[in-house]
Structures are given as structure tokens and as C-alpha cells.
């Protein structure tokens, strides 16, 4: 059982390149996110999916495209890399939206640089 | 907006103390709080979680603690370990809206 598996664990990004982001679950978990993590910040969401088909923004969306065409894969876009995304990125997954009885589960992150 | 807190950025204690790692919000009304272990590259472990109806929780030598009013919550580890050395975060859910807003967290090193 992987759980949720984030690929690639590393890459590094001229300004102005473009990437994607991909996040795979097991789970047969509805809901997904994508978080960003800062030095001396906490996860800041950037955007969720509640189902298949289905995306909305979180907190920090801006320069940012998600797509959830298959219920286990949630991918993160940038179009046009710029330096202020340099952060690790966390992908999540969770049956649905309460955490009571349903915890989140998380990759292993994705250190990006864009230089 | 819900802001959360966690004071100390990082903490340094001898093997076997007890400590305490504190966790303030803003927005009274939240849900539920969390509280989260990171370990080096890595992502997050959810250690133990306070329905906003609850007052603390134990699970093994950890007991997280919740004053809603006052907006805090407190994380206590017992007779702290090396192997306890990671970084601990705490996440709110607030009654409007689905998602967690994090604090930034505690960077905790156990020295043997």
C-alpha cells in the first residue's frame, strides 16, 4: 500500500519554464490537496479537489493550474515558473473533508528551486 | 482570516525532560485542532486530534491540551527521546469552510 506518492522528489526551474506536479493516491480518497511549505511557515493550501472533475482555489492559488481527470491523480501546474514558487511542495489526500474520521495523508513533498 | 501561531520557532532540550509547545489561533471558532509530526523530508503524521467540544487528548506520552476561548493549545512530551526530534506542527478546521490553516511550526531537537 504506497499511500500517496508525489513525483518528482526534486527539480530545479529556470524563470519562465514549466512544470508539472504529479500526486497519486491508493486510497480511493475523494478529497485532494496541494500545499506549499515555506521556512518558518506552516502549509499554505494552494488548491483542493472534493471528487474527480472537480477543483477550487485554496489560499495561495495565483500562478498556479490543478486538474483531477482520474480520482487517483492530482496534478499541479506551473505555466511560467518564477522564483517566489522555490518551496516544497505537499500533496494530500483524505476521504473527505473532516478530519475527525478522516485523517489527511501526505507525500513525501517535492523540493523545487526556480532560479 | 485565521492566523495561527506556534511559539518556539525551535527548541533545544536535554534527553528525558519534559517540555511543552504551544500552539495560539485567532478565530475561536474553529472545529477541531490537530496537532502534527514532520520529519526531515518528509511529509506530515497526524498525532492527535481535539473535537473543539474536548479539553485534551492523550496518546502515549503525548497529551495535547484545548482552551478555545483563549485561543491556545498546548502539546506536552513526556520524558522526551531523541527519536523525538522533528518538527511538530498544529493545524485548525474551522466551522466555515474545509480546509486546515497550519502554523508555522516547532523545530524540536532531543539531545541524548
Known amino acids: 500500500n504506497a499511500g500517496v506518492t508525489q513525483t518528482p522528489k526534486f527539480r530545479v526551474l529556470k524563470t519562465g519554464q514549466s512544470m508539472t506536479l504529479l500526486c497519486a493516491q491508493d486510497?480511493?480518497?475523494?478529497?485532494m490537496y496541494w500545499y506549499r511549505q515555506d521556512p518558518g511557515m506552516g502549509l499554505r493550501l494552494i488548491h483542493y479537489?472534493?471528487?474527480?472533475?472537480?477543483?477550487a482555489k485554496g489560499e495561495v492559488p495565483d500562478g498556479y493550474n490543478v486538474s483531477r481527470l482520474k480520482k487517483q491523480n492530482f496534478l499541479l501546474g506551473l505555466e511560467s515558473a518564477a522564483p517566489s514558487q522555490t518551496s516544497v511542495y505537499f500533496c494530500?489526500?483524505?476521504?473527505?473533508?473532516?478530519?475527525?474520521?478522516?485523517?489527511?495523508?501526505f507525500g513525501n513533498g517535492t523540493r523545487l528551486t526556480v532560479t | 482570516k485565521q492566523e495561527v501561531t506556534q511559539i518556539p520557532a525551535a527548541l533545544s532540550v536535554p534527553e528525558g525532560e519534559n517540555l511543552v509547545l504551544n500552539c495560539s489561533f485567532t478565530?475561536?471558532?474553529?472545529?477541531?485542532l490537530q496537532w502534527f509530526r514532520q520529519d526531515p523530508g518528509k511529509g506530515l503524521t497526524s498525532l492527535l486530534l481535539?473535537?473543539?467540544?474536548?479539553r485534551e487528548q492523550t496518546s502515549g506520552r503525548l497529551n495535547a491540551s484545548l482552551d478555545k476561548s483563549s485561543g491556545r493549545s498546548t502539546l506536552y512530551i513526556a520524558a522526551s527521546q531523541p527519536g523525538d526530534s522533528a518538527t511538530y506542527l498544529c493545524?485548525?478546521?474551522?466551522?466555515?469552510?474545509?480546509?486546515?490553516?497550519f502554523g508555522g511550526g516547532t523545530r524540536l531537537m532531543v539531545k541524548p
Open positions: 494530500a489526500s483524505s476521504r473527505d473533508s473532516d478530519p475527525t474520521g478522516s485523517p489527511l495523508h
Open positions: 486510497m480511493n480518497h475523494e478529497y
Open positions: 479537489s472534493v471528487g474527480e472533475g472537480t477543483t
Open positions: 478565530d475561536s471558532a474553529i472545529y477541531n
Open positions: 481535539i473535537q473543539s467540544s474536548q
Open positions: 493545524a485548525v478546521f474551522n466551522n466555515a469552510g474545509n480546509m486546515l490553516t
